[in-house]
């Protein structure tokens, strides 16, 4: 009868060692990109002007640093900003006066909320964080001579919390739908602003 097979010393430390490198592999994979919807605005008739651009100027520089996660989300106050002025203003490359974008603030900050703890805060689910995120946006005609001929400005709040208990994915669906809802006020805001002061640099929409 053959005796069963025994793991020798040597061979036992080749296995560990695999399955360390296995472990630190994985480790070192980021985590997998969850994919979202594109957030556009073609569903819109674009506002067209008599004007050179549009070009995007950008005033707010993303701090990269607590309390501020703009860097984190998948989309972005400012990338949606960018999104909104390519799909929602044309110029018609006529004349001299420039149709301008310009960001001032771009934001979204995270504060800790408090919670209880003991007992009655574990079986309690508690908001955890709140997420405000603010778009100061302008839109002007100028002039060669750097004259601003029209202005539109928007300044637009949102504001939402998030339960302990959610999962990262949760996390950045949330992140995305909050950017969405401000970005509806934006183009609420603006589309009305440009309507009514714009008028004589305003071709069509």
Same mark, same amino acid.
């Given at each position: 009868m053959r005796s069963p097979a025994v793991l020798r010393p040597a061979f036992l430390r080749v296995l560990l060692i695999a399955a360390v490198a296995g472990l630190a592999a994985c480790a070192s994979e980021p985590p997998p990109q969850r994919a979202f919807a594109e957030l556009r605005f073609t569903n819109q008739t674009p506002l067209v002007f008599g004007a050179q651009g549009p070009e995007v100027v950008n005033r707010f520089q993303a701090p990269?640093?607590?309390?501020?996660?703009?860097?984190?989300?998948?989309?972005?106050? /400012?990338?949606?900003?960018?999104?909104?002025?390519?799909?929602?203003?044309?110029?018609?490359?006529?004349?001299?006066?420039?149709?301008?974008?310009?960001?001032?603030?771009?934001?979204?900050?995270?504060?800790?909320?408090?919670?209880?703890?003991?007992?009655?805060?574990?079986?309690?689910?508690?908001?955890?964080s709140r997420y405000d995120a603010r778009a100061d946006v302008a839109v002007q005609?100028?002039?060669?001579?750097?004259?601003?001929?029209?202005?539109?400005? &928007?300044?637009?709040?949102?504001?939402?919390?998030l339960n302990e208990k959610a999962s990262l994915a949760e996390r950045e669906r949330m992140w995305f739908q909050l950017v969405e809802r401000l970005m509806q006020d934006l183009?609420?805001?603006? &589309?009305?602003?440009?309507?009514?002061?714009?008028? /004589?640099?305003l071709v069509a929409g």
């Open positions: 990269m640093a607590d309390p501020h996660v703009e860097h984190l989300m998948p989309l972005s106050p /400012e990338k949606a900003i960018r999104t909104w002025a390519k799909d929602r203003l044309q110029a018609t490359g006529v004349g001299t006066n420039t149709l301008r974008v310009i960001i001032n603030n771009a934001s979204v900050t995270e504060t800790p909320l408090d919670t209880k703890g003991g007992v009655s805060g574990f079986f309690t689910d508690q908001q955890e005609v100028v002039d060669p001579e750097g004259h601003v001929r029209a202005e539109a400005i &928007s300044n637009v709040y949102r504001s939402r919390t183009d609420n805001q603006l &589309s009305t602003g440009l309507r009514q002061h714009f008028r /004589e640099f």
